[in-house]
């Protein structure tokens, strides 16, 4: 993986700025899709990235804020290990939040 982030100058464990997500983003959002329809127990009508930050720690976390329909958003916190240590997936589920909130980490 290539994107370590987006940014040329992220420190380890510190998390990017809230950035428009691109084409990568949204692939790694769409790999934990059956995830969060079995932790949350809801099928989206839509699974679209609109933000995302990340941290570089063992690994990638990602956070996004994602909308799934209607004008409802959720808040995702997805962990992608390094390259041939596993695929990716979704550690939680933040707090509702609408897009006037700040992409914050945690």
């Known amino acids: 993986m290539s994107n370590l982030g987006g940014s040329e100058h992220q420190k380890c464990g510190g ?11 949204q692939a790694i959002l769409d790999k934990v899709k059956e995830q969060y329809v079995e932790k949350s127990g809801m099928n989206p009508l ?34 992608v ?11 939680a ?4 939040k609408t897009p006037d909130d700040k992409l914050e980490g945690f």
């Open 15 to 25: 998390w990017t700025d809230p950035r428009k997500p691109d084409p990568e983003d």
């Open 46 to 79: 839509q699974f679209v990235a609109v933000l995302v930050r990340t941290q570089v720690v063992n690994g990638i976390n990602y956070l996004f804020e994602v909308e799934v329909g209607e004008n409802a958003y959720k808040r995702l916190l997805v962990y």
């Open 81 to 91: 290990p390094l390259p041939g240590q596993g695929e990716p997936h979704l550690v």
């Open 93 to 96: 589920i933040l707090p509702d």
